[in-house]
């Protein structure tokens, strides 16, 4: 039996056929998945070997970073005004008019996979989760994360720019009984230094959305406050083809409503990661910032 052409791009096009005919062939699907990760990592490959770290203005004097911070803020107040959830997570279901409460309940879930994550981090290097200790989750946003990260923490304090996106975790704290949580907005870089002592960071999916040298220095100042033996798991961005950075140039040509992607090189983050006295413990790219871009998460723990 043969099917002619047409036929045959139906059948790929069905997705309930593919789907049933990976499930009955395993070698099939260890094919397709090999394939998929050899194309990611020839992509991601390709893109580290298109960056030029040197392109990139990590430090900045003391008032063009609190312009840069003006800029975040303004960008994040519009956002977690106008599309709390969605500015979380860019998938149609989460903007505005589509939520109800079985999406919201779905939304939150999506959270549960960033502790599944720490803790495999952790078990990958003999740690575990430091039970009623203290917990810092820079860029709480809405609370997707927070939510899952409070039951297993004595205290976690949420730091987050966007009023809209605080108000939002706030509610989603309070509907789950959860009070171990303080919320505190960043209005100005030099608020990070109020932050007390603490015994895990973790940010994912934020720091990516700062200028660089935001990132450089709201990662070296919560570097400084980890406690001794404190675990920090943080995401970043290193690079993407053609990626540059200057922070005068980013002045001119900024808008509120944009939602901008940034990179901090790779030698800057570990130089960073050396002089806060932490010795890193793993690193492995990931797509938490996009398939066109470098992406990796930083396991660090002070010493």
């Known amino acids: 039996m043969s099917l002619s052409p047409a036929s045959l791009q139906a059948l790929a096009d069905d997705t309930a056929f593919c ?22 990592v020839d992509q991601l490959d390709g893109l580290a070997a298109a960056f030029k770290p040197s392109q990139v203005e990590v430090e900045v004097d003391e008032a063009m970073r609190a312009r840069l911070f003006e800029i975040v803020a303004r960008q994040w107040a519009h956002v977690g005004e106008q599309m709390p959830h969605f500015s979380v997570l860019s998938h149609e279901d989460w903007r505005p008019e589509q939520l109800n409460a079985e ?18 981090l952790l078990s990958q290097v003999g740690l575990g989760l430091p039970c009623k200790a203290r917990c810092v989750e820079l860029g ?47 209005q100005a870089p030099p608020d990070i230094q109020q932050l007390a002592p603490y015994d895990l960071l973790f940010s994912r999916m934020v720091l990516q959305h700062n200028p660089p040298p935001i990132q450089h220095y709201l990662l070296r100042e919560l570097l400084a406050r980890l406690r001794p033996g404190g675990i920090a798991v943080f995401q970043l961005v290193t690079g993407g083809p053609g990626y540059g950075y200057l922070a005068a140039q980013h002045l001119q040509k900024h808008a509120t409503t944009d939602f901008e992607i940034h990179a901090l090189p790779m030698p800057a983050a ?31 723990q002070k010493l």
């Open 19 to 40: 789907d049933a005919l990976l499930a009955r062939s395993r070698h099939l699907r260890e094919q397709l998945d090999a394939r998929m990760e050899q194309v990611l």
């Open 103 to 120: 999406r919201l309940a779905a939304f939150y879930e999506t959270g549960r996979g960033e502790l599944v994550l720490l803790r495999r």
């Open 140 to 186: 709480c946003g809405v609370g997707r994360v927070t939510v899952h990260l409070a039951p297993q923490f004595g205290e976690v304090e949420g730091l987050d720019v966007s009023p809209g996106n605080l108000a939002e975790c706030e509610r989603a704290l309070a509907q789950r009984g959860l009070t171990n949580v303080r919320l505190t907005r960043l």
């Open 270 to 300: 570990l130089a960073l990661v050396r002089a806060s006295g932490c010795a890193l413990l793993d690193v492995f790219r990931d797509t938490a910032g996009g398939f066109n871009v470098s992406s990796y998460t930083f396991l660090a």
